[in-house]
C-alpha cells in the first residue's frame, strides 16, 4: 500500500534545479522523520537528506549538502527536496521514505530504518 507519494521529477540539464514533492496518501500516517533516498543504476539506495517530524532538524549527504535543500509545509505534511545546481552524478530514481519508530536522527540513514517508502521519481541530469 502506497502511503507516500512524490513528485516532481525530470530531464535537466547539469547547473539546473528541480523541486521534488512528497505528499502522504494515507489520512494519518504517524512519521518520526521522513528522508529522500536515490538510486542509480547498478547501484544501492542512498540517502540524501531527511527532516525531523517538526522541521526543526535537518540532515544532508556530503555532496549534496551545499545545493540541496529539504524542508517541509506541516499544513498538509509534504515534504520537498530543493535541488540546485545539479550535476549529472545525481541522476537516479528519487524516493521519499517515511520513519515509523522512535528515535529519528543524524543516524537514521539507512534504507532499512524506514517503513514508508513512494513508488519514486526519475531524476536525469544530462551534462
Known amino acids: 500500500q502506497v502511503q507516500l507519494v512524490e513528485s516532481g521529477g525530470g530531464l535537466v540539464q547539469a547547473g539546473g534545479s528541480l523541486r521534488l514533492s512528497c505528499a502522504t496518501a494515507?489520512?494519518?500516517?504517524?512519521?518520526?522523520?521522513r528522508a529522500w533516498f536515490r538510486q542509480a543504476p547498478g547501484m544501492e539506495r542512498e540517502f540524501v537528506a531527511g527532516?525531523?517530524?517538526?522541521?526543526?532538524?535537518?540532515f544532508y549527504e556530503d555532496s549534496v549538502k551545499s545545493r540541496f535543500r529539504i524542508f517541509r509545509d506541516n499544513a498538509d505534511n509534504t515534504v520537498y527536496l530543493q535541488m540546485n545546481s545539479l550535476k549529472p552524478e545525481d541522476t537516479g530514481v528519487y524516493y521519499c521514505?517515511?520513519?515509523?519508530?522512535?528515535?529519528?536522527?543524524?543516524?537514521?540513514?539507512?534504507?532499512?530504518?524506514?517503513?514508508?517508502w513512494g513508488q519514486g521519481t526519475q531524476v536525469t541530469v544530462s551534462p
Open positions: 521514505a517515511g520513519r515509523a519508530t522512535w528515535p529519528w536522527d543524524a543516524a537514521t540513514t539507512r534504507a532499512n530504518q524506514y517503513s514508508y
Open positions: 494515507a489520512r494519518t500516517l504517524t512519521v518520526y522523520g
Open positions: 527532516i525531523s517530524a517538526t522541521g526543526d532538524s535537518m
